[in-house]
């Protein structure tokens, strides 16, 4: 499927399909798929962006496998809707075998005497308040 986010360029409108990260450490640009969620250093790229991309005079760049399919149009999303939908109307619908049991409570505690439980109690104490 098609991502959400757009490139990070002004004035584009096309969907991202890479991230570029710089490490100033390295001075080294990374190049590469798009990330799982926007991060907040990092520029979201167009193919056409990502292609363009130029560093700094004695920067790296670091280019990573980027997908090699194009995001789907509205077209083919909508084929692959019918073919999903059409796909679920050929399998057959089977009756199940076996009624699942109906859930139970658990088992009653029974009352004991109660002779070897005791109440502990947890206290706050302030400072200059102690306590012997």
Do not use: F, K
């Amino acid at each position: 499927m098609g991502s959400s986010r757009l490139c990070s360029r002004s004035a584009c409108r096309q969907s991202a399909i890479a991230t570029l990260t710089y490490v100033y450490a390295d001075s080294t640009a990374v190049l590469g798929p798009l990330a799982t969620y926007a991060e907040p250093h990092c520029y979201d790229l167009c193919a056409t962006h990502a292609a363009r991309l130029t560093v700094p005079l004695g920067w790296e760049v670091l280019r990573l496998a980027l997908p090699s399919e194009a995001p789907l149009s509205s077209d083919d999303l909508y084929a692959l809707a019918r073919a999903v939908r059409e796909q679920e109307a050929q399998v057959a619908v089977e009756p199940a075998g076996e009624v699942p049991a109906p859930r139970t409570s658990p088992p009653a505690i029974e009352p004991g005497s109660g002779s070897h439980l005791t109440r502990r109690h947890l206290r706050v104490l302030r400072e200059g308040n102690m306590e012997p």
